[in-house]
């Protein structure tokens, strides 16, 4: 039956429900107000094999879609070619004569605040993870984490393992503004992939169903990140992970038997064949795709955990790699040209970044603290020497940045290094660089040696210009000067004390290593001979 409304309740309801109308809301919860900051780094990851830096393989689809969901940075310059001081620079702001961390063993001076530190004293939860044995708590790496998470070689080596532990992390801080570093170490030496990421470039298995279907996983344009059911494979530093498919490549036989000293391997005493080089440049790039699938599962993850909208996320190389470049193999500490310095680095934020925007001003890793700082709204220390690049993440303007560097002093376990004319930092070499030129100075006893390089014209930097343009030299050399006036160790030589540090090294951490080439293999090689297995 109908029911009709008596007119007199009407004037009540009325009442009543303006009254509704007046109460206070529910209590709801306030949104975060902080953004949270996930920092990702990843090992001997070069910008030019990237596609999104214009590498004609597709080597990190997920690594290019945050850069497209955000900014690209197109000239991003490490401050070392190596891993202490180059994520010393990004933790602190600093370049390596300021934060003091010169070599490998070394640790970052408990008086300096780290970026970790920062936002902890602004009440993130903060947690560190990465599988690398130079960055254990001796490293001095753990200022400002809550947990420092560094496990032993054999409990892992592989960004599966990292990338699951962090998702754990997240689903139980996701209710507080958190910062989260991870450091992937996979791409590194001695780039061994699990199948199908270590056969994805060989001409033999490109019939093969699980290459097939990951490449086109890694092909196929799309928005959201998707890892392949593959990054569920354990990987890591084993070489039988790669012998089967390579059975007769002598640098992976070389490596695998120690037959000879990296430094052999290392500064191109050994003329390998081609197609032998070829082949490591192929697993360095399945490295490449395994480290990014893995990625992809975390940013999926914090997407699914429903963080995404409201987290700062950047990615970026530590260093590079040189794989037969100006005469360096496998390996990255000890020069200072573009291909283990130039390094990709991308940084979203919804909301606060437009999508699709690229930076072609050079800038530096040791930017990345006081970005992420002001990020944050928090306040920029003035003693870092890094600035902050949000006005470029915005469209707008900065001064013209120069990028300083320096490299690896003389290892006295790899004798025969060659181009190292003085024990200690003063052998070290420096460099200055901006959009278009470099300056390198190596140091020698005759005579400082100068290389000038044109980037625009010759980014391979072939050619030597420093005695067809001295004006360009000249134009650059008082910064350099400057930069290495204001440093108080520069011809410090602390070798003994470095030797002594790797002695009292225990025997896990001095395996992984040595697998990985920072340390020699100690055996009795007549390395200053040229051999010839072409």
Same mark, same amino acid.
């Given at each position: 039956?109908?029911?009709?409304?008596?007119?007199?309740?009407?004037?009540?309801?009325?009442?009543?429900?303006?009254?509704?109308?007046?109460?206070?809301?529910?209590?709801?919860?306030?949104?975060?107000?902080?953004?949270?900051?996930?920092? =990702?780094? =990843?090992? %001997?990851?070069?910008?030019?094999? +990237?596609?999104?830096?214009?590498? +004609?393989?597709?080597? %990190?689809?997920?690594?290019?879609?945050v850069g497209q969901q955000g900014a690209v940075f197109m000239q991003a310059i490490a401050q070392a070619p190596f891993?202490?001081?180059?994520?010393?620079?990004?933790?602190?702001?600093? %370049?390596?004569?300021?934060?003091?961390?010169?070599? #490998?063993?070394?640790?970052?001076?408990?008086?300096?605040?780290?970026?970790?530190? !920062?936002?902890?004293?602004?009440?993130?939860?903060?947690?560190?993870?990465?599988?690398? +044995?130079?960055?254990?708590?001796?490293?001095? @790496?753990?200022?400002? $984490?809550?947990?420092?998470? /560094?496990?032993?070689?054999?409990?892992?080596?592989?960004?599966?393992?990292?990338?699951?532990?962090?998702?754990?992390?997240?689903?139980?801080?996701?209710?507080?503004? $958190?910062?989260?570093?991870? !450091? $992937?170490?996979?791409?590194?030496?001695?780039?061994?992939?699990?199948?199908?990421?270590?056969?994805?470039?060989?001409?033999?298995?490109?019939?093969?169903?699980?290459?097939?279907?990951?490449?086109?996983?890694?092909?196929?344009?799309?928005?959201?990140?998707?890892?392949?059911?593959?990054?569920?494979?354990?990987?890591?530093?084993?070489?039988d992970l790669v012998l089967p498919h390579y059975p007769e490549n002598p640098i992976l036989l070389d490596l695998a038997?120690?037959?000879?000293?990296?430094?052999?391997?290392? @500064?191109?005493?050994?003329?390998?064949?081609?197609?032998?080089?070829?082949?490591?440049?192929?697993?360095?790039?399945?490295?490449?795709?395994?480290?990014?699938? /893995?990625?992809?599962?975390?940013?999926?993850?914090?997407?699914?955990?429903?963080?995404?909208?409201?987290?700062?996320?950047?990615?970026?190389?530590? #260093?590079?790699?040189?794989?037969?470049? !100006?005469? &360096?193999? $496998?390996?990255?500490?000890?020069?200072?040209?573009?291909?283990?310095?130039?390094?990709?680095?991308?940084?979203?934020?919804?909301?606060?970044?437009?999508? *699709?925007?690229?930076?072609?001003?050079?800038?530096?890793?040791?930017?990345?603290?006081?970005?992420?700082?002001? &990020?944050?709204?928090?306040?920029?220390?003035?003693?870092?020497?890094?600035?902050?690049?949000?006005?470029?993440?915005?469209?707008?303007?900065?001064?013209?940045?120069?990028? @300083?560097?320096?490299?690896?002093?003389?290892?006295?376990? @790899?004798?025969?290094?060659?181009?190292?004319?003085?024990?200690? /930092?003063?052998?070290?070499?420096?460099?200055?660089?901006?959009?278009?030129?470099?300056?390198?100075?190596?140091?020698?006893?005759? *005579?400082?040696?100068?290389?000038?390089?044109?980037?625009?014209?010759?980014?391979?930097?072939?050619?030597?210009?420093?005695?067809? &343009?001295?004006?360009?030299?000249?134009?650059?050399?008082?910064?350099?000067?400057?930069?290495?006036?204001?440093?108080?160790?520069?011809?410090?030589?602390?070798?003994?004390?470095?030797?002594?540090?790797?002695?009292?090294?225990?025997?896990?951490?001095r395996q992984q290593l040595e697998v990985l080439g920072y340390i020699n293999n100690l055996i009795n090689s007549e390395?200053? %001979? =040229?051999?010839?297995?072409?």
């Amino acid at each position: 039956m109908k029911r009709i409304l008596n007119p007199r309740l009407i004037p009540l309801l009325a009442l009543a429900s303006a009254l509704h109308a007046c109460r206070a809301p529910e209590p709801v919860d306030p949104p975060q107000s902080k953004p949270n900051v996930l920092l =990702i780094t =990843i090992e %001997t990851l070069r910008a030019d094999h +990237s596609a999104i830096y214009g590498y +004609s393989r597709n080597t %990190t689809p997920n690594l290019d879609r945050v850069g497209q969901q955000g900014a690209v940075f197109m000239q991003a310059i490490a401050q070392a070619p190596f891993t202490l001081p180059s994520l010393a620079s990004v933790m602190t702001g600093r %370049t390596p004569p300021a934060h003091g961390v010169r070599n #490998h063993p070394a640790a970052l001076r408990p008086e300096l605040t780290t970026l970790a530190e !920062h936002l902890a004293g602004a009440g993130y939860d903060t947690a560190a993870m990465t599988r690398h +044995s130079w960055l254990k708590r001796r490293s001095g @790496f753990d200022q400002g $984490f809550d947990e420092y998470y /560094n496990n032993k070689f054999w409990a892992g080596l592989d960004a599966r393992s990292l990338s699951l532990a962090a998702i754990e992390w997240l689903r139980r801080h996701q209710d507080n503004p $958190f910062f989260l570093w991870l !450091h $992937f170490i996979d791409p590194h030496l001695p780039y061994t992939p699990g199948y199908p990421y270590s056969v994805l470039y060989h001409p033999d298995y490109q019939d093969d169903s699980k290459v097939q279907h990951v490449r086109s996983m890694i092909e196929q344009p799309r928005d959201d990140f998707r890892p392949s059911p593959y990054a569920d494979l354990s990987g890591g530093p084993y070489l039988d992970l790669v012998l089967p498919h390579y059975p007769e490549n002598p640098i992976l036989l070389d490596l695998a038997t120690r037959q000879r000293q990296r430094v052999e391997i290392f @500064f191109g005493k050994v003329r390998y064949p081609e197609p032998a080089i070829e082949q490591i440049r192929d697993l360095y790039d399945g490295a490449l795709v395994y480290t990014d699938d /893995n990625l992809a599962r975390l940013l999926r993850a914090l997407s699914e955990i429903g963080l995404e909208k409201n987290t700062v996320v950047v990615v970026a190389g530590d #260093h590079g790699e040189a794989l037969g470049d !100006h005469g &360096l193999y $496998f390996t990255h500490d000890f020069t200072l040209y573009d291909e283990v310095l130039r390094v990709p680095l991308v940084v979203r934020m919804p909301g606060r970044i437009a999508p *699709g925007t690229t930076v072609a001003q050079q800038v530096r890793l040791m930017d990345i603290a006081p970005t992420l700082l002001e &990020l944050a709204d928090l306040d920029v220390p003035e003693d870092m020497e890094g600035v902050s690049l949000v006005p470029l993440l915005e469209n707008r303007s900065l001064p013209y940045l120069k990028a @300083f560097a320096e490299s690896a002093p003389k290892r006295p376990l @790899f004798s025969g290094q060659p181009r190292v004319y003085y024990d200690g /930092n003063k052998g070290k070499w420096r460099m200055v660089r901006d959009d278009r030129w470099k300056l390198i100075l190596i140091p020698h006893p005759d *005579g400082d040696i100068f290389e000038l390089y044109d980037l625009v014209s010759d980014p391979g930097e072939t050619r030597n210009l420093y005695e067809e &343009l001295p004006g360009e030299a000249a134009k650059l050399w008082p910064s350099l000067q400057e930069w290495m006036r204001k440093d108080p160790d520069r011809e410090a030589n602390r070798t003994a004390e470095e030797t002594e540090a790797l002695e009292e090294l225990d025997p896990a951490t001095r395996q992984q290593l040595e697998v990985l080439g920072y340390i020699n293999n100690l055996i009795n090689s007549e390395s200053s %001979t =040229i051999k010839d297995q072409s």
